[in-house]
C-alpha cells in the first residue's frame, strides 16, 4: 500500500510564477516530513522539513506547508527558477524516529518554462 | 565537508551471484541507512545503522543485508541476484545531533546496479 502519495507525476509552471507541489500521507504515525529534489544520475538533495508540531517552515524560495487533519502537505516554491526543474520526493518518518526510516512518495517532475 | 561517497558507482551482475555495495558516510554522522530506487516501486527503505547496529529494518527479503563498521563506513550485501534487484542503491546518512525534529538525512550519488 502506498502510505506517501505524489498524485501528480509531472508539473510544468512559468518561470517567475509558484509552483505547488502536493503530497498526501494515510499514516497517522508519520510526524516528520522531509521534501528532496533529485536531479537525474544523482542521490536525492533534502530541501526543507517540517515536524507534525508545527503547520509551515519556510527556508528563502521553498515553504512547506503541513494539514495534520487532512493528512495532506506541500511545496511552495517562490519564484521559480529553471534550475529547479528536477524530480520532487515527499518523504514521512515514522513517531519519534526523526529522519530515520523515511518514506517515499513516487516523486513529482517538476519543469520551469522560461 | 566531504558528501556522503559510496562505491562502486556502476555494477553489472549476473543472476545468482552476489554483490556488495559500500558506503561512506559524512564524518561524524553515524547513522547510515539504505534505500532501492526503481522505476516500478519508487524509493524503497531497505535498513538502517546506527553504531554499528541495525536499528531499523525495511520489508526485504533476507537476501539483502549490511553492516556498519567502526569507522561508521557501511557495506550493503545481496546474494543470489535476481532480474528485479536491478536499481539505484541509494545510502544516506544522518547526524542525530540535535533534536529529532531537525534531522536530515543526506544522500549519496548512488550505485547503479544491473543484474543480467
Known amino acids: 500500500d502506498q502510505q506517501v502519495k505524489q498524485n501528480s507525476p509531472s508539473l510544468s509552471v512559468q518561470e517567475g510564477r509558484i509552483s505547488i507541489l502536493n503530497c498526501d500521507y494515510t499514516?497517522?504515525?508519520?510526524?516528520?516530513f522531509l521534501w528532496y529534489k533529485k536531479y537525474p544520475a544523482e542521490g536525492p538533495t533534502f530541501l526543507i522539513s517540517i515536524s507534525s508540531i508545527k503547520d509551515k517552515n519556510e527556508d528563502g524560495r521553498f515553504t512547506v506547508f503541513l494539514n495534520k487533519s487532512a493528512k495532506h502537505l506541500s511545496l511552495h516554491i517562490v519564484p521559480s527558477q529553471p534550475g529547479d526543474s528536477a524530480v520532487y520526493f515527499c518523504a514521512a518518518s515514522p513517531l519519534g524516529k526523526g529522519a530515520q526510516k523515511l518514506v517515499f512518495g513516487q516523486g513529482t517532475r517538476l519543469t520551469i518554462n522560461p | 565537508k566531504a558528501g556522503v561517497t559510496q562505491t562502486p558507482r556502476y555494477l553489472i551482475k549476473t543472476r545468482g551471484q552476489q554483490v556488495t555495495l559500500s558506503c561512506s558516510p559524512i564524518?561524524?554522522?553515524?547513522?547510515v541507512s539504505w534505500y532501492q530506487q526503481t522505476p516500478g516501486q519508487g524509493l524503497q527503505f531497505l535498513f538502517e545503522y546506527f553504531s554499528e547496529t541495525q536499528r531499523n529494518k525495511g520489508n526485504f527479503p533476507g537476501r539483502f543485508s549490511g553492516r556498519q563498521f567502526s569507522n561508521s563506513r557501511s557495506e550493503m550485501n545481496v546474494s543470489t541476484l535476481e532480474l528485479g534487484d536491478s536499481a539505484l542503491y541509494l545510502c544516506?546518512?544522518?547526524?542525530?545531533?540535535?533534536?529529532?525534529?531537525?534531522?536530515?538525512?543526506?544522500f549519496g550519488p548512488g550505485t547503479r546496479l544491473t543484474v543480467l
Open positions: 499514516n497517522s504515525m508519520f510526524d516528520y
Open positions: 544516506a546518512s544522518g547526524s542525530e545531533t540535535g533534536p529529532a525534529d531537525t534531522d536530515t538525512q543526506y
Open positions: 564524518s561524524g554522522h553515524r547513522s
